[in-house]
């Protein structure tokens, strides 16, 4: 392999990316070395346990895929916005389709999840840390690898350009030839460990970490949502493992799984990838879910309405999203009978997130509302997510869908269940939590704006799609031509997406100016929260989180001993040892490792695969062989931190 | 995480420390998703088993000796890995080593009679390139062949700790945890030897 196609060259916008790449990275090595960093990334965060650290550097990753696979959905809406455009061609825009897909799914919206899953779940359930620390690392670093493996596929050997569906054959050898599609299999496979891990970690952790009297059925909304996701997950990711390893198969080895030679049947990997596709959309709105659950009872002073239908109708949920993953290839030819099957349970997974926004509305009902800003977000959800799934219901219509399939409509509908429900959710999740992790509110005046501005354009770029969609408009066409008549909706469609744009900057503007100027936190208890994440003493929960493990007597336990007067304040005699895991460096060379396996087999280079496996291998028997116990907190430093007085 | 804990002397040892008790439950849970891998390569290899292109059909080359041989030697070792536990729950270390050595010496014979078989069936032409059905085949029963590779190499390497440290709540459990693996291996190969090997051969000779 010649090095100009090693790295990707000719295309002025990768040669402004490679230059901006390297500065960013002489910039950080700079910062780093000049304010004598690198100590503190080493023992702070690169070799952390901790689940409230790991949980900020996950939501970290996830904020800058949200401004690659941004910037991503900016280049196809710029190429869109007129009829005929020369801005991008064919081949790119492919790409980045491919890759806006893959980055938000897989590596923005999940992770965001997740990372609020770890801040928030130990602190609601009253544990002083997840099931598996250790693992737990082991976790976010093959996610962050994976991403970081997929991400540099645009400057290095070429991105993806099948979709993020990677249908065969598009996918195989004779047309996706070079390393892009690699990349995506590779990517994913090893974050795929990853969330596998985080999905068995945090089952074992909300089954059996719960403090004393924490019942199932007294467990806060959120910690169900992330109970039943992980289930989904310890049963769906396993099928992407599969699906994958298959077409690494078929691209390394010559196996006939999905190919045309060989009698491989194509149609295979359209099902299992929607097996695990289908239950992935209920893995990034669930949690959402719990976040607004969260978020309308605390500001509408209110118990969550409903709050055992609220659980069924998760399960019932959690059940369905196995049970429908036919809807997404009616057209493929399955034939009427197994079409109105998958039709019908696609229409009753309708009924019980029906439930659930009734019990939304219920639970404000005669509620005190305060219009925070998380609870902006959330009733925003409400209504924009209620056109996506009403938009659903008419796609699930098996005959109807002959007509939308495949055009804008469904785009339009995927987006408005995505970012109605699942990138609100994670905004008005960041938001609600931003004073546990970081000790201070994010401004509302100027996250009022961010709502606006992102809603507002959020419908202005997809509410025009529906109708150019209903047009005849088919996705993932690179250009369209002027008799179409589709140019206008387009122009004001683009017009929504840079509003949307504008908005995530003022976001990250609010991160800066709050981090100056917000007024810090003097209480744990920020917005007058329900759980028991808002019992600690401190804006930030130490990093045992809890001095002393709180008892539980039921639902809302830490707002009915408000409304009692009966706040539990810690003395002196309370306070025990406290156990806790140590640092361990090796998750992060674990994932390095798995980078070297995972660029080996991109580029095919067996040898440079075999050296990473070796190396992933070795971190393994390093960890058998290392019989760490941890160590304890002494009662004086827990005395210290907590300030009491003997 | 391990505190010092009191309990019920009946309580096993590995089932005496916090973290014992987790990772054994988190072991569990991550069998479950074993099974829905195996579910899935066992749904991949029954949809492809007819599409046999130009190659030879799967029962064809099956032999039966072969197979009885392996099945015999997984079977048993999942019993003598049985007796190991059983040993161990005794504090017996001579006796927790005796069995666990004999089971992986059963599992390296099991692997020596399907790496044969292997290549003999590449021999007559049939590898995982052939066809859509022989490369379900390869893969499916290659995946459960490299689970008992790491299985062997992971007792291994927990057997040098129980060497070293002896029997205590930390190492018991995780000899606990690979039994739990070894005995879920011999129930995958029960469904491969029904699913891949049975219903091939009938399906072949009627």
């Not at chain 1, 979709?163 to 090893?190: C, D, F, K, R, V």
């Not at chain 1, 089954?207 to 997950?233: D, E, N, Q």
């Not at chain 1, 493929?332 to 019908?344: L, P």
């Not at chain 2, 270390?93 to 014979?109: D, E, N, S």
Request: glycine share 10%; hydrophobic share 50%; proline share 4%.
């Amino acid at each position: 392999m010649k090095w100009d196609e090693f790295f990707v060259t000719g295309d002025p916008m990768i040669y402004g990316a490679d230059v901006s790449i390297v500065l960013t990275m002489v910039g950080i090595l700079f910062y780093l070395t000049r304010y004598k960093k690198w100590k503190w990334l080493w023992t702070e965060w690169l070799t952390t346990v901790d689940h409230k650290k790991l949980g900020i550097m996950y939501i970290v990753s996830a904020v800058l895929m949200l401004f690659r696979g941004g910037v991503d959905a900016l280049l196809m809406r710029t190429q869109l916005a007129v009829p005929e455009a020369k801005f991008l061609d064919s081949q790119h825009y492919n790409e980045i389709f491919t890759t806006h897909g893959t980055i938000m799914i897989i590596f923005m919206a999940m992770p965001f999840l997740i990372g609020i899953i770890n801040v928030v779940v130990p602190l609601q359930i009253g544990a002083r840390d997840v099931a598996y620390p250790y693992l737990n690392a082991v976790s976010f670093w093959t996610f962050f690898i994976g991403a970081m493996l997929f991400n540099i596929s645009f400057v290095i050997g070429g991105s993806p350009s099948a979709g993020w569906t990677s249908y065969m054959p598009l996918a195989s050898n004779e047309l996706s030839p070079g390393p892009g599609q690699n990349y995506y299999l590779w990517g994913l496979q090893i974050a795929g460990i990853g969330t596998l891990l985080t999905g068995i970690n945090f089952l074992v952790t909300i089954l059996k970490m719960r403090a004393p009297g924490m019942t199932l059925f007294r467990m806060p909304m959120f910690t169900w949502s992330s109970l039943v996701t992980m289930v989904i997950i310890i049963f769906a990711f396993p099928i992407l493992t599969v699906a994958l390893a298959l077409m690494s198969f078929d691209r390394l080895f010559g196996s006939h799984f999905f190919t045309l030679q060989g009698e491989g049947m194509d149609m295979l990997w359209a099902n299992l990838f929607w097996l695990w596709g289908h239950p992935e959309v209920y893995i990034v709105i669930l949690p959402a879910f719990g976040i607004f659950s969260e978020i309308i009872s605390t500001f509408s002073k209110k118990t969550l309405f409903g709050y055992k239908a609220m659980i069924w109708s998760m399960l019932l949920i959690a059940g369905y999203s196995f049970l429908v993953w036919v809807h997404h290839f009616f057209t493929m030819g399955s034939g009427a009978a197994v079409n109105s099957v998958f039709s019908i349970t696609t229409m009753a997974i309708g009924i019980p997130t029906g439930v659930k926004i009734f019990n939304w509305l219920f639970t404000m009902y005669r509620g005190k509302i305060q219009f925070t800003t998380p609870m902006l977000w959330s009733l925003g959800f409400i209504v924009n997510f209620v056109v996506g799934g009403v938009t659903g219901v008419m796609l699930a219509m098996a005959a109807a869908d002959y007509q939308y399939h495949n055009t804008y409509f469904l785009v339009s509908h995927f987006h408005y269940v995505l970012i109605a429900g699942t990138v609100f959710g994670c905004f008005a999740g960041l938001i609600y939590w931003y004073p546990k992790m970081f000790g201070y509110k994010l401004n509302e005046r100027i996250g009022k704006w961010v709502f606006w501005l992102f809603t507002i354009g959020f419908n202005v770029c997809f509410m025009p799609q529906y109708f150019l969609g209903l047009d005849g408009m088919p996705r993932r066409v690179y250009t369209y031509s002027e008799e179409s008549g589709w140019g206008p909706l387009n122009m004001v469609s683009t017009l929504g997406g840079f509003m949307m744009g504008i908005a995530f900057l003022v976001l990250v503007y609010n991160m800066y100016y709050s981090f100056r100027f917000a007024k810090r936190e003097t209480t744990g208890d920020a917005w007058g929260g329900r759980t028991l994440e808002w019992s600690t003493p401190s804006a930030m929960p130490p990093f045992y989180n809890f001095a002393k493990i709180p008892e539980v007597t039921g639902l809302d336990h830490f707002w009915r001993q408000k409304q009692a007067g009966k706040v539990e304040k810690l003395t002196a005699k309370d306070i025990k040892k406290i156990h806790m895991p140590s640092n361990s460096g090796v998750p992060f060379i674990m994932g390095s490792f798995f980078f070297v396996l995972g660029f080996g087999f991109v580029f095919d280079w067996i040898w440079m695969a075999f050296l990473g496996g070796i190396g992933v291998i070795g971190t393994l028997i390093y960890r058998s062989f290392e019989y760490d116990d941890g160590y304890y907190v002494s009662v004086e430093e827990v005395l210290e931190t907590e300030k009491i007085s003997k | 995480m391990a505190h010092a804990e009191t309990h019920d002397p009946n309580t096993p040892l590995e089932y005496r420390s916090e973290t014992g008790r987790l990772n054994i439950l988190g072991f569990w849970i991550f069998l479950g998703a074993e099974v829905a891998l195996f579910a899935t390569l066992f749904a991949t290899y029954m949809v492809l088993t007819h599409r046999i292109a130009d190659g030879p059909a799967l029962g064809e080359l099956f032999e039966v000796k072969s197979l009885l041989i392996q099945t015999f030697l997984l079977l048993t070792s999942s019993f003598t890995c049985g007796l190991a536990v059983h040993e161990m729950r005794r504090h017996n270390v001579k006796g927790l080593m005796l069995w666990m050595i004999i089971t992986l010496g059963l599992g390296l014979g099991f692997l020596y009679f399907e790496i044969q078989e292997f290549l003999h069936f590449i021999h007559e032409g049939a590898n995982i390139g052939t066809s859509a059905a022989w490369s379900g085949f390869f893969v499916l029963v290659g995946t459960h062949g490299a689970h008992v590779t790491f299985g062997i190499f992971w007792v291994t390497m927990v057997l040098i700790q129980v060497a070293k440290r002896g029997l205590t709540p930390a190492t018991s459990a995780k000899v606990f945890i690979t039994s739990l693996y070894w005995h879920f291996l011999d129930v995958v190969w029960i469904f491969i030897f029904t699913a891949v090997y049975l219903m091939g051969m009938v399906m072949h000779h009627g």
